[in-house]
Nanobody, 124 residues
């Protein structure tokens, strides 16, 4: 069993930066791929970024490419999402997730464990 706890969300202005963290419990964290997803009110959950177990492979949604960076520190059982140049359309609840595989995926259906989410609100 893996438990995930996100933190770092908040209210910021357009153009600002935030760094989200996701702390994982469990010895197998370092062998699992991780992902970040988000869900805005009235919309489906969408892929944001994902990273392989060692961090050598990363995927990004086109909407965040060049602005967001996913990284992980396996010694700390933590994955990060650095978000720069935030836009109002980035407003959503952000979730981290992990899957019992080393390769990342962009599909939420392929993730086995989810955090409770952290709210990010970007004002214009």
């Amino acid at each position: 069993q893996v438990q995930l706890v996100e933190s770092g969300g908040g209210l910021v202005q357009a153009g600002d930066s935030l760094r989200l963290s996701c702390a994982a419990s469990g010895r197998t964290f370092s062998t699992y791929a991780m992902g970040w997803f988000r869900q805005a009110p009235g919309k489906e959950r969408e892929f944001v970024a994902a990273i392989s177990w060692r961090g050598g492979i990363t995927y990004y949604a086109d909407s965040v490419k060049g602005r967001f960076t996913i990284s992980r520190d396996n010694a700390k059982n933590t994955v990060y999402l650095q978000m720069n140049s935030l836009k109002p359309e980035d407003t959503a609840v952000y979730y981290c997730a992990t899957r019992r595989a080393t390769a990342p995926s962009q599909s939420p259906r392929e993730y086995d464990y989810w955090g409770q989410g952290t709210q990010v609100t970007v004002s214009s």
